[in-house]
């Protein structure tokens, strides 16, 4: 459990299918005396009064409002990544609990995630694989053709950070750039990619040889794709998805890709996740679904974990917390 001095820090994700690394755990144990969720549970009285910071690591951990009423001393939750549609904020911040996230740390391999999709959609780079490996080797290569993205369109929905790296890549694959976001960029932000702002979403959509979803999730956007806005897309179309699941009407989605209404999709979120093996989405084969790997690197973990202990270390110091989420 480490140096019992040093403030307590409940962490989620230290057992489980999220377990944080060892090498991270080193680290942690330099600033915080660590308590797992097992711990807690085995000990609540002690604990409850000891811990001052929530670490919320991968996964999508429930901090209900029971376990937030059980800790008089918290004053932080950090929590690894961007997305903060599983925290109900209102109700943190009335506890006076600040929450901090990782938007930097996660925006690069995101953004390399979508392009990754958008590609290997394009190029239909895993059912290349397949038949590249399959013992029947009749159909190898023949008459098989994918798109080039050289010229073609793409539609970013979500121009924050990671929208924004997604459209520096595209355009250094000579991609032609719509956005829709709710807030149009600056003049020279658009230009510094070659963009083009589209107020109305179904510009976009009927427009784009890529429809890119890299919005956050909020009541506003929830189901902001579904059968009307899929109608509205090219035949052709592809959807790539590396915002939330919730963003797409999912039984629209198997709907529209059965059908020939759109394409084809390249998820790496999708509801629930993982979805079960005989979800229809999994039978299709002109999806591609990884398993919410936007942030999965070495490098984003590390920074991922040096940007909470650094918002975790300014929270308890009494300082101005970086990357600290406030309400609007
Ligand atoms: O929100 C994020 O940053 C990623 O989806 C990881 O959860």
Not at 13 to 31: D, N, S
Not at 85 to 100: E, M, Q, R, T, Y
Not at 145 to 164: D, R
Request: glycine share 8%.
């Amino acid at each position: 459990m480490g140096d019992p001095a040093l403030p307590g820090v409940l962490v989620f994700g230290f057992e489980g299918p999220y377990g944080i690394c060892e090498a991270h755990v080193e680290e942690l144990q330099k600033h915080f005396t660590l308590i797992t969720m097992k711990q807690f549970l085995e000990n609540k009285t002690e604990f409850s009064q000891k811990i001052q910071a929530i670490y919320l690591w991968g996964g999508r951990p429930v901090i209900d409002r029971e376990l937030l009423l059980s800790l008089p001393c918290l004053k932080i939750i950090g929590n690894s990544g961007a997305g903060l549609d599983h925290l109900d904020l209102p109700f943190i911040a009335s506890c006076g609990v600040k929450v901090a996230h990782t938007p930097h740390a996660v925006s690069t391999p995101t953004a390399d995630l979508g392009m990754a999709l958008l590609l290997a959609s394009a190029r239909r780079v895993v059912e290349g694989c397949q038949l590249a490996v399959s013992p029947d080797t009749k159909h190898f290569s023949i008459n098989w053709l994918g798109q080039e993205v050289s010229g073609a369109t793409l539609g970013i929905i979500g121009m924050g950070t990671i929208g924004y790296k997604i459209a520096q890549r595209a355009k250094a694959f000579e991609m032609k750039i719509l956005y829709h976001n709710r807030n149009r960029r600056r003049l020279e932000e658009e230009a510094a990619v070659g963009a083009a702002y589209c107020a109305r979403l179904e510009d976009l959509l009927q427009h784009s040889d890529f429809v890119m979803l890299a919005a956050s999730l909020t009541p506003q956007t929830q189901g902001l794709i579904g059968r009307r806005e899929l109608q509205l897309m090219k035949p052709s179309a592809v959807l790539v998805n590396v915002g939330r699941g919730l963003l797409v009407d999912q039984d629209a989605l198997v709907e529209a890709l059965k059908n020939g209404v759109i394409k084809a999709a390249a998820l790496d979120v999708t509801y629930p996740e993982p979805l079960p093996r005989d979800h229809p989405l999994l039978k299709l084969k002109n999806i591609i679904v990884t398993p919410h790997i936007g942030s999965a690197t070495h490098q984003a973990k590390w920074q991922i974990m040096q940007d909470l202990v650094e918002s975790i270390l300014a929270a308890l110091h009494g300082l101005p917390v970086p990357n600290e989420v406030l309400l609007k």
